[in-house]
């Protein structure tokens, strides 16, 4: 098929620019979570150490688990949102033939 | 000790799943014929099924025995691979889900070879395959072998026959259908089996995340410094390497990246992945818990660690003594059936995407240009996964005392710097070439080698040196940094005429790998 027209089409370029920034976002959230709280245990180990206020649950590891949690959550609306974005451009696209 | 010795639970169990996975072997086998197939399942495998297979390639012993050892071991630190582990399988899923299962057909090999040379880009792939594959399956059998002879009393060689010669029938006779199916059957169980024991240590405690801490932090020989990090990792520079290793290694493992092929498009490819992520956080996020109660219930009972605070059996054995400790015996061979089970099906899995490599990138697309008929070229893979995994047995048994340790690390960090550059850059940069993508790839693998060699793991762990000369566990930040370098400075600097092609081809590749085959 002809990809230098679609590559033309506003569809495909609203669709390339909504997945790139979910796909960067998500990316560059998670990884920099990751760094920020893995290094940060080195220099502020002893408060990573402390329990969380009325547990005994240690700060550091709740951070931890923090960071795991919004993985999840973020491929969770990874998934819902692209589909969406795909149905709505292709729709769009698919109509305009 | 009295952990060793034949136990029954185990056996009928272990029984089960061989007598299993040889009946899903031989249903497989009948629906297995074309290249498509066996490589691939013929694309139809689900969203759902393949996100448990894809966390089953994941959770191998190493993970579910050896993170339980870690937490043991080094306490809170052991969260930096929960966490690095998880992220990387969401990375997956936003970078590379959608473009590359609509941009590949087998192996991860399609999509590298899209715009740049073909015959070059796929040995450059098939070398990065076998790079990863062969240690990592040498790594998995050694563990199994030494694991098995512990838990069922069967001979080294015994046990490592039994492992290579059932991974071997799973994939010459039920391809990628067989070994998909052993890999959900094992997750199913292998998830069963992991929340049995979380809930059971949990009873232990009544219950109480805080009781089990609380206990964790009094007993451990370091007291509450369990839950200070540092311990393992006490430099940002290896805090970094570890990321990247679990980061761009996972995205760059040819198994798990020979997954997205077996969906029939992308949105179960995208679906898939996304299960994957649920499935591994939630087990990782068990195995820490798992962990820190092991350290509460295990310490003191002379039977499994002793007064200096050494674990009976090796680091690898926490999850083994913990399940005989809450749940007896029956309990304990339910979970030791289930690290056998595991080993087994994360292997076939490996071996599949090294006989994809040697028998399709390799030989029918560079030898034989493609002028190979769909028949022949099933043939030639059956064969060519009997010879990888008669290899691999004969390694296993030659390298009996290899360090698992470092085998695993060299085929992550190989995974990281060869793999991972050359299909990051070849999806995302147009300005990609060839000659830079086997200038990158010859990079990352000679860096790899030799800082491995250099590290304390090697250099003084494995050859006697006092002192490392290269001071990090894990070489991937110095490695992938080259190889990413390498790349794009000899991409940027290339005036061939391959090169204009391949900058050429960008726009058609990016169109395809953001809508497939909808055109």
């Not at chain 2, 003594?321 to 979970?335: K, P």
Request: glycine share 10%.
């Amino acid at each position: 098929m002809d990809e230098s027209a679609l590559l033309k089409e506003p569809e495909f370029h609203r669709l390339l620019v909504r997945r790139s920034r979910l796909r960067w976002g998500f990316s560059g959230l998670l990884i920099g979570a990751y760094l920020v709280w893995g290094i940060g245990g080195l220099y502020y180990a002893e408060a990573y150490a402390t329990p969380l206020a009325g547990s005994a649950f240690p700060a550091g590891l709740a951070m931890g688990l923090l960071i795991i949690a919004l993985s999840i959550v973020f491929s969770i609306i990874y998934v819902r949102a692209v589909n969406r974005i795909e149905a709505e451009e292709f729709g769009e696209q698919e109509k305009h033939r | 000790m009295s952990a060793s010795g034949t136990n029954l639970s185990a056996i009928v169990v272990f029984v089960a799943f061989v007598s299993l996975s040889l009946f899903i072997t031989w249903w497989a086998a009948k629906r297995t014929h074309s290249a498509g197939e066996f490589y691939t399942a013929g694309g139809k495998i689900t969203g759902f099924q393949n996100g448990l297979a894809l966390a089953g390639d994941f959770m191998s012993a190493a993970t579910f025995l050896g993170l339980t050892g870690l937490v043991f071991i080094g306490g809170a630190d052991a969260m930096l691979y929960t966490v690095a582990i998880t992220v990387s399988w969401a990375f997956i899923l936003f970078a590379f889900a959608d473009r590359m299962r609509n941009l590949g057909r087998y192996t991860f090999a399609d999509v590298v070879a899209f715009r740049l040379h073909p015959e070059r880009m796929r040995v450059l792939a098939a070398i990065g395959t076998l790079t990863v594959a062969i240690p990592y399956l040498i790594a998995q059998m050694v563990g199994a072998g030494s694991l098995i002879e512990t838990l069922f009393n069967i001979p080294y060689l015994g046990a490592v026959l039994i492992v290579g010669t059932l991974m071997t029938v799973y994939v010459v006779f039920g391809g990628m259908l067989a070994t998909t199916w052993v890999q959900v059957t094992k997750a199913a169980l292998l998830l069963a089996g992991g929340t049995a024991l979380l809930f059971m240590v949990f009873s232990q405690f009544d219950f109480s995340i805080d009781a089990l801490f609380e206990r964790a932090g009094e007993v451990h020989p370091r007291g509450k410094g369990i839950f200070l990090p540092g311990v393992l990792y006490n430099d940002p520079i290896s805090v970094v390497s570890l990321g990247l290793a679990f980061i761009c290694g996972t995205a760059g493992l040819p198994h798990v990246l020979m997954r997205f092929f077996t969906v029939p498009d992308a949105i179960q490819a995208r679906r898939s992945i996304g299960y994957a992520v649920v499935i591994i956080g939630y087990f990782q996020v068990a195995i820490m818990i798992v962990g820190f109660g092991a350290i509460g219930l295990l310490i003191g009972q002379a039977d499994y660690v002793d007064n200096v605070g050494r674990i009976a059996g090796g680091a690898n054995m926490v999850s083994i003594h913990l399940s005989r400790l809450v749940g007896g015996d029956v309990f304990f061979g339910l979970i030791a059936a289930v690290a056998f089970a595991t080993i087994l099906a994360v292997v076939a899995g490996i071996l599949l995407s090294a006989s994809a490599a040697v028998a399709h990138d390799f030989y029918s697309r560079v030898i034989r240009k493609g002028e190979i008929s769909d028949a022949s070229e099933v043939t030639v893979s059956r064969w060519a996964t009997v010879c990888i995994g008669a290899i691999a047995i004969a390694l296993s048994l030659l390298f009996k005392s290899v360090n698992v340790a470092v085998l695993s690390t060299i085929a992550l960090a190989i995974a990281a710097s060869v793999n991972f550059p050359a299909i990051f850059l070849a999806l995302f940069w147009s300005g990609l070439t060839t000659r830079g993508a086997l200038a990158g790839g010859a990079t990352g693998l000679v860096v790899v080698i030799v800082l491995v060699v250099l590290s304390p793991t090697v250099w003084v762990n494995v050859l006697g040196n006092a002192t490392a000369i290269f001071p990090y566990a894990y070489p991937t930040l110095f490695s992938v940094a080259a190889a990413f370098a390498v790349t794009i400075l000899v991409s940027l600097t290339d005036k061939s005429a391959r090169a204009t092609i391949d900058r050429a081809a960008f726009p058609a590749q990016l169109v395809r790998s953001e809508v497939g085959e909808r055109l």
